[in-house]
């Protein structure tokens, strides 16, 4: 084979790895080859949002670390490093440090989060301490919660009320259905 054979055939099997990684939200890399070419692609996995699925498209995380670490994520842990995820699974930092392109630590502040109001229980008091809720419409929503029965969604929230975008925009974050 010669030179310009080969990089052909390396230039083509890189367009199919490509095409593969961004046809599959959860392809499951093999290699540090793949590995560069999703972090080409701009695949970041956020290590604190990671679901068991983020984590095993990860060569050499089992399913036992990755229950590992969403559990650890879910309980509060924070990961800011490489060397955090090594220390919470007990192995070598040498053993993650070539998942680096693909992992995006970010930082969540866990104590200023937004306050969330089940808005099908809610009662006026509780609804009039979200930003932007005034009394009035502490009171329409409660008024069609009797009559028309619960909101389902945030969808129907908005339509049910005739809320603008911007208003459900401000709200959303506040709200659980």
């Known amino acids: 084979m010669t030179h310009d054979s080969f990089r052909t055939v390396q230039f083509l099997l890189k ?3 490509r095409s593969r990684i961004t046809e599959d939200p959860y392809y499951r890399f093999k290699s ?5 070419v999703a972090a080409d692609l701009g695949v970041k996995i956020d290590v604190n949002q990671a679901n068991v699925d983020d984590w095993l498209r990860l060569p050499g995380i089992s399913i036992h670390q990755a229950r590992q670490l969403v559990t650890l994520s879910q309980a509060g842990v924070a990961f800011y490093s490489i060397s ?10 040498s053993r993650l440090q070539w998942l680096a392109p693909v992992l995006s630590f970010q930082y969540y502040d866990r104590s200023s989060a937004l306050p969330s109001i089940q808005i099908n ?4 008091a509780e609804l009039v301490q979200i930003p932007q809720l005034s009394p009035e419409l502490a009171t329409q ?3 069609h919660r009797e009559r028309d029965g619960k909101f389902t969604d945030l969808a129907n929230f908005q339509q ?3 809320l603008s975008g911007e208003m459900i ?3 959303m974050h506040y709200l659980q259905f």
Do not use: K, V, Y
Not at 84 to 92: C, K, R, S, T, V
Not at 121 to 124: D, L, N, P, W, Y
């Open 15 to 17: 367009m199919s790895l």
């Open 32 to 36: 540090a080859f793949e590995i560069a």
């Open 84 to 93: 955090d995820l090594a220390a919470a699974l007990n192995i070598p930092i």
């Open 121 to 124: 229980g809610a009662t006026a």
């Open 141 to 143: 929503i409660i008024a």
């Open 160 to 162: 049910r009320l005739g």
């Open 169 to 171: 925009g401000a709200l």
